[in-house]
Each structure stands twice: as C-alpha cells, then as structure tokens.
T-cell receptor, first 112, second 113 residues
Framework: AQSVTQLGSHVSVSEGALVLLRCNYS??????LFWYVQYPNQGLQLLLK??????LVKGINGFEAEFKKSETSFHLTKPSAHMSDAAEYFC??????????FGTGTSLTVIP | NAGVTQTPKFQVLKTGQSMTLQCAQD?????MYWYRQDPGMGLRLIYY???????DKGEVPNGYNVSRLNKREFSLRLESAAPSQTSVYFC????????????FGPGTRLTVL
C-alpha cells in the first residue's frame, strides 16, 4: 500500500516568514500527490495536486509544492505566511485505483 | 450548489446502538468515500464507491457497512457501535480515478459512550 509521512505534527512560523511543510511518500509506482487544508470545524479542501505534469505545482492562496522523485518528497511552501494560513494541512497519495492515503497532518500556527 | 452534505452534524450513542450517517452530493460525481479522522492518525478510508452500484473496503472497514443508494447518496452504517468508533466522519465525492480531486463534507462528530 502507498503511504505518506509528514514530518512535524506542529509547525509555528511568524507572519511574513516562509512556510515549509514536509511530506515524503512511499510508492512503487509513479504516484499522484495532493495537499489538502482543513480549517477548524470544516472539511478538507484541495490546495494543489501533482499528476505527473510539471514538477513544480502551484495551488491556491500562494502555496506551491515541488515533486522530487529522487528524494520521494512533495514539500509544501509559501514565501510569506499570513494569519489566515493557520490550519491543518494534509498530504495524500493515491495509487492506480481509487484509494487515497492521507498523512497524519501538520498543524500550522502563524504568530503575529 | 450545496456540494457534499452530511447528516447529522453531531451524534452521541451508547455502546451497542446502531445508526446511519447520511451523505449526499449534487456535483454528479461518480465516486464517493467515507473517512474517519482521529487525532494523530490523519484520515483513514473506511469504504468507497467508485461508481453507482459498487462499493469496496478501504483501510479500516471493520464494524461498518455502506450503501450506495443512488448516484447522489452514500450512507455509512454502524450496526453495533463501540467506543473505538468515536471519531469525526467525513464523506467525500469526486469524479473518480487516482487523479481526482475529492470534495469533502463538513463532517459528523460521533461519540460512543
């Protein structure tokens, strides 16, 4: 089965600082990779996804992620954190079927 | 469009009671999914339905049953609730296949005493 590992269950950054959330995947086949965001008491919504086109993927709200096959990574970045970015972020991977595997999540705190 | 709706939003059950969580989507999606979210464990797939008339087990199907009633609706049933099933349950829908974006409902918070 596929899996993803998110390093750091909690990340704190100052407003205006770089956001870096880490995700590594294990996959025996070329994966499809996703980042979702969950605001308090809400469902998840898609930030961005990698589906084997460009390795640098741009998403909503200024987030982007780079697929690095050699490092089996798909880290999420944003150059300048905003207070509204405080949320929980999930990396996910899917295989050739219909199953999706989510990481354990990273809670992002933005300090004013 | 309402997107994905779930009922109820909150539920408290006693051990051994049964209940059905309802999910509906109005986006004409083929695939629907049920997940549970537990602290420190992320989301885990319980069951999914790739298309109307089909259902398949996910990672954690034990203690649950599902019904894909029609293209719009996908219900999750707990026949005999256990405290280990205390969780937040999310329904999602998508066009299907490994590249598809999933659209999530707002969740049902279930407590089993």
């Amino acid at each position: 089965a596929q899996s993803v590992t998110q390093l750091g269950s909690h990340v704190s950054v100052s407003e205006g600082a770089l956001v870096l959330l880490r995700c590594n995947y294990s996959s025996s086949v070329p994966p499809y990779l996703f980042w979702y965001v969950q605001y308090p008491n809400q469902g998840l919504q898609l930030l961005l996804k990698y589906t084997s086109a460009a390795t640098l993927v741009k998403g909503i709200n200024g987030f982007e992620a780079e697929f690095k096959k050699s490092e089996t990574s798909f880290h999420l970045t944003k150059p300048s954190a905003h207070m509204s970015d405080a949320a929980e972020y999930f990396c996910a991977v899917s295989d050739t079927g219909n199953q999706f595997y989510f990481g354990t999540g990273t809670s992002l705190t933005v300090i004013p | 469009n309402a997107g994905v709706t779930q009922t109820p939003k909150f539920q408290v059950l006693k051990t051994g009671q049964s209940m059905t969580l309802q999910c509906a989507q109005d986006m004409n999606h083929n695939s629907m999914y049920w997940y549970r979210q537990d602290p420190g464990m992320g989301l885990r797939l319980i069951y999914y339905s790739a298309s109307e008339g089909t259902t398949d087990k996910g990672e954690v199907p034990n203690g649950y049953n599902v019904s894909r009633l029609n293209k719009r609706e996908f219900s999750l049933r707990l026949e005999s609730a256990a405290p280990s099933q205390t969780s937040v349950y999310f329904c999602a829908s998508g066009t299907g296949g490994p590249r598809n974006t999933q659209y999530f409902g707002p969740g049902t918070r279930l407590t089993v005493l």
